[in-house]
């Protein structure tokens, strides 16, 4: 048997009374199939946005992206019977990559439904690692259609990228990685797409660092995190017109009420900003990072005279991108 047992928590109430030591063992049984990634940190961007920051550099996890730690705790936590016909998801790229990746690892059959706009180094990696990919039109409607009717066809479970206990427990440990080296942060700033990372990330600071806050960028163009956050009911997007293909998403009912309670501010960034700080951390990080990635960096920087001396975490969550059309020259 892969798994060890049954998920501890089944709802976004229960989550919330979760302990550090059930954390811990959590982020323990998914090591086997993760990276610890690095923490680097940059003379020059402390110096452009007045603060000392330690970026946490998912772009370094196995398949590229934080997702894979999400994808890993999942797949551990379903039952035989459940994994034995295989699993379905779907994502715009690197939460596909992930399930494909954990679940090839763990011998489970992944069907992973993507958007025919996905770029085409995501969609040949989930193809690369064994998975079966099906096409949707580029709505959030037409994916869960797809996903819906596989799920019913073939018997498998459906594995929400952001919308899942315990694919948002398993982002979180990138966080719990990040404070056990840097206790003392004051402040630890992710992407929000989804907002699977947000609320894993959010309890891992609320249960390690009581001093420190959680804030997460968000662009301009798929504001509804944000919007949700002043509203207190879930919104959701018109249109998505933004570089940060990997947060084109909307918040969910399951990590909804993390994030109110645990997250302090979203930040909106224009394209332009998240340009910027992409090519900010590429020139003098020296690193590759996606869109996406910079969106938390981008929030820093248009923000930077509230945060001026403090000491922030920042969660680079991937670096699958193309890279033969860059935003810069």
Known sequence: ????????????????????????????????????????????????????????????????????????????????????????????????????????????????????????????????????????????????????????????????????????????????????????LEVVITPVGGGGLLAGASLAVHLMAPQAITIAGEPMEADDAYRSLQSGKIESNATANTIADGLRTHLGHHNFPIIQQHVSEIIRVTEAEIIEAMRLIWERMKIVVEPSSAVAFAALLQEKSRFQGKRIGMILTGGNVDVTALPFG
């Open 1 to 184: 048997m892969i798994g060890s047992g049954k998920p501890i928590f089944h709802s976004p109430f229960s989550i919330l009374f979760m302990t550090l030591s059930e954390y811990r063992l959590l982020h323990q049984r998914i090591q086997p199939y993760i990276h610890r990634t690095p923490v680097m940190t940059s003379r020059l961007l402390d110096e452009i946005s007045g603060t000392q920051t330690f970026f946490k550099c998912e772009n370094f996890q196995r398949m590229g992206a934080f997702k894979m730690r999400g994808a890993t705790n999942a797949l551990l936590n379903l039952t035989d019977g459940q994994r034995a016909n295989g699993v379905v998801a779907h994502s715009s790229g690197n939460f596909a990559q992930a399930v494909a990746l954990a679940a090839r690892e763990m011998g489970i059959k992944a069907y992973i439904v993507m958007p025919n706009t996905a770029t085409a180094v995501k969609k040949q990696a989930v193809l690369d690692y064994g998975a079966e990919v099906i096409e949707s039109l580029p709505t959030p409607e037409d994916r869960q259609a797809h996903a819906d009717r596989i799920s019913h066809e073939k018997g498998v479970p459906f594995l929400h990228p952001s919308n899942n206990m315990d694919v948002i427990l398993g982002q979180g440990t990138a966080a719990i990685e990040l404070l056990d080296d840097y206790p003392d």
